[in-house]
């Protein structure tokens, strides 16, 4: 099937590549001249494993091509995805611009029976809107719903073996295009209406924004009665109801999806006049979390003329990602009470004012404390003897209990995890 992707960003180039795998054939549409070049050579301009890979395949296949004008991407194409970005505006809201912009740019181009695929995450209601301004252009395209469910670090896995494939339209043709676009990835279909399509994809991110806080409030409650959360969760987790997944405490949850799709879903119910007090709880206790590891610092240490050794920057592990990131917060944080800040991450990008180094044990170099902030599994093979004989002070602040305290406090350095 001939498809276009607009926009080149962690979705649409994955959906892209991907795309070229099941054996379609792909346009995808970039206006960033620095970012088409590298993809036209084959780079992938972010770190996702597998993706180089699949891009790799997809060019030396003649399926997967490269264009600065997007007129052209979608020319000829039976589907067209808009996979940009809807950044929060001051409200919370998602700004829908980008799509708008594209809808104004290939509208007066489209060919009937087009499929008009919205991947990005947008407010509900987006469909209707949308295809009331395609309808202007006499186009006979069919403006769908289709959200995307990729995690960061693992996504070509995520569109290879979703768990779902959710299509949100009213027109039975429409939908039985898209079945048959995903057809060889034989997973569950959900078909229903626009407005609950939009919706599936802000409850889900919602839900597990959910869970992380409560992980989180958890441990919290554990370091005041005494209680070890690992085992609490643990605990909890072989019950089928409730499961491990998302429940791993920490300085709170970040990235490009959670942050935004949660501010953006308590608009969208203010909007409708109903008051989400429930998310507005999570968002809270989200922002408290990363406060509260810098107040375990504040203890361990005065930030005044202090340095830190940070392991991690990326907002997760498996991603250079660090858009929303905790571990950049609490950097940031550290910097402005006069702390010195020294890194090691594999992956993530340069953070202004950050030190970056080249390991995990150059990082402790004479740090007054080492804090943990994202969950590389490198972190935990580190030789800790080299790590305590370089430290000024042996303090280890784990915010990912990645470490095991009594290993740590063997060595004869001081251990505080979140909850234990």
Not at 8 to 28: I, K, M, N, P
Not at 105 to 115: F, S
Not at 280 to 293: D, F, P, S
Not at 316 to 343: C, H, N, Y
Request: a negative charge; hydrophobic letters at 45%; glycine letters at 10%.
């Amino acid at each position: 099937m001939q498809v276009a992707v607009i926009g080149a960003g962690y979705v649409g180039l994955v959906t892209g590549a991907g795309l070229a795998y099941l054996g379609h054939s792909v346009r995808l549409g970039e206006r960033d001249e620095a970012k088409l070049a590298k993809l036209s050579a084959g780079q992938v301009p972010f770190f996702e494993a597998g993706l180089d890979r699949l891009l790799g395949e997809g060019i030396a296949n003649k399926l997967l091509s490269f264009h600065s004008d997007n007129t052209e991407a979608v020319d000829g194409a039976k589907v067209v995805f808009l996979a940009l970005p809807t950044p929060p505006d001051e409200d919370g809201s998602a700004d829908t611009s980008y799509i708008e912009g594209a809808i104004e740019e290939i509208g007066p181009v489209l060919q009937p029976g087009t499929v008009v695929v919205l991947k990005s995450t947008v407010p509900v209601g987006s469909v209707a809107r949308f295809q009331a301004r395609l309808d202007t252009f006499d186009a006979g395209a069919t403006v769908i719903s289709n959200p995307e469910f990729l995690r960061e670090g693992s996504a070509v896995g995520d569109f290879l073996h979703p768990d779902r494939i959710v299509i949100g339209t009213r027109n039975q043709e429409a939908a039985e295009v898209m079945m048959a676009l995903y057809q060889s990835l034989q997973a569950p279909v959900v078909v229903t209406d626009p407005a609950s399509s939009e919706m599936i994809k802000y409850a889900s991110n919602a839900y597990l924004a959910t869970r992380i806080t409560f992980a989180n409030a958890i441990a919290n409650l554990c370091e005041s009665v005494g209680a070890d959360v690992k085992d609490v969760l643990l605990g909890m987790g072989y019950d089928r109801r409730v499961g491990f997944h998302f429940l791993n405490p920490g300085p709170g949850y970040g990235g490009s999806c959670f942050p935004k799709d949660t501010r953006a879903l308590v608009a969208i119910a203010e909007s409708a006049g109903y008051d989400f007090s429930l998310l507005k709880g999570v968002i809270e206790v989200n922002e408290l979390q990363r406060h509260r590891v810098i107040d375990k610092v504040k203890a361990a240490v005065d930030l005044d003329g202090a340095t830190i050794g940070l392991w991690g920057l990326a907002f997760k592990a498996g991603t250079d990602d660090i858009r929303e990131s905790p571990a950049v917060f609490l950097a940031e944080e550290l910097m402005a009470a006069g702390s010195t800040v020294q890194a090691f991450d594999p992956e993530a990008a340069y953070v202004p004012g950050v030190i970056r180094v080249d390991d995990a044990v150059q990082a402790a170099k004479e740090a007054d404390v080492l804090l943990i902030a994202t969950e590389w599994p490198e972190f935990q093979s580190v030789d800790l003897r080299a790590v305590r004989d370089v430290m000024a002070v042996p303090h280890v602040i784990d915010a990912r209990n990645m470490l095991d305290p009594e290993a740590v406090r063997r060595l004869g350095m001081q251990y505080e995890g979140i909850g234990r």
